[in-house]
């Protein structure tokens, strides 16, 4: 990545890149996309309006997980910071019905209590995060993101130059960003952008995952596979 790339960056797209679906859902899934799901989805009025009135019980901070997976991050951070309102992002259906699964008992996905402290968004992260009002996040993870590894996808990575502005408006001054990655050319990628910019100050960089950083089966994944993850803390400025 060149000074001016950094400097004038090209649009991020809109179209959202990668896959939505895989196996096919069983009843069960399909169960908890149409009736739990409902129960827990943040509207686009909620987000415009002010993240944390839409949470059903008071919280104190509002921090946002994009692309959950398979939520083991979330629903850890979820249940550790029952003060905190968490909005978890993601659009693959198996990934939210894993998330969904943990939250409710097959037979109750309409009626089982649902944590008071959570949302899901199920769309491109980025919408959210231009609706968002300024500063309304003390806390963004982006864990183990899909690398996107060749250098023409370089634009459908959620670190991106352009996309910096509209974090920074979107998350407090002091507010952390978290940031986990095992690809190589992702945490390349990372270094270059990051170091490009001066909207974010690089608070800590670890090869071990740090306390407090709930595990998942993606760095797991790396692990077994021989990668070295990567887990940076940003701050906004």
């Not at 978890?88 to 089982?112: D, M, Y």
């Not at 959620?158 to 910096?164: A, K």
């Not at 509209?166 to 952390?176: E, F, H, K, Y």
């Not at 690809?183 to 952008?193: A, G, L, R, S």
Request: glycine share 8%; net charge neutral.
């Amino acid at each position: 990545m060149t000074d001016d790339t950094a400097a004038n960056p090209p649009p991020v797209p809109d179209r959202l890149y990668g896959r939505r679906r895989g196996h096919p859902l069983r009843p069960r899934q399909q169960a908890l996309l149409e009736v739990t799901l409902p129960r827990l989805q943040l509207s686009p009025e909620d987000a415009a309006s002010g993240p944390a009135r839409a949470f059903a019980a008071p919280v104190e901070e509002v921090w946002l997980e994009v692309g959950f997976g398979g939520g083991e991050h979330s629903y850890a951070q979820m249940q550790a910071n029952p003060k905190v309102g968490l909005i978890a992002s993601e659009v693959f259906e198996n990934g939210i019905c894993s998330l969904l699964t943990r939250l409710v008992p097959e037979g109750g996905e309409g009626t089982a209590p649902l944590p008071p402290n959570l949302r899901l968004w199920t769309e491109d992260a980025r919408r959210l995060l231009r609706m968002l009002p300024e500063g309304s996040l003390s806390r963004l993870f982006l864990m183990f993101p899909d690398p996107w590894p060749k250098a023409r996808h370089a634009k459908r990575r959620f670190v991106h130059p352009s996309i910096l502005p509209v974090l920074a408006a979107a998350i407090r001054p002091g507010g952390q960003w978290r940031i986990a990655t095992d690809d190589p050319t992702y945490q390349q990628w990372v270094i270059e952008v990051m170091g490009a910019q001066d909207l974010f100050e690089q608070v800590s960089l670890d090869t071990t995952r740090p306390e407090g950083w709930p595990p998942t089966r993606y760095e797991a994944k790396a692990l077994r596979e021989g990668r070295q993850p990567m887990y940076w803390v940003w701050q906004r400025r």
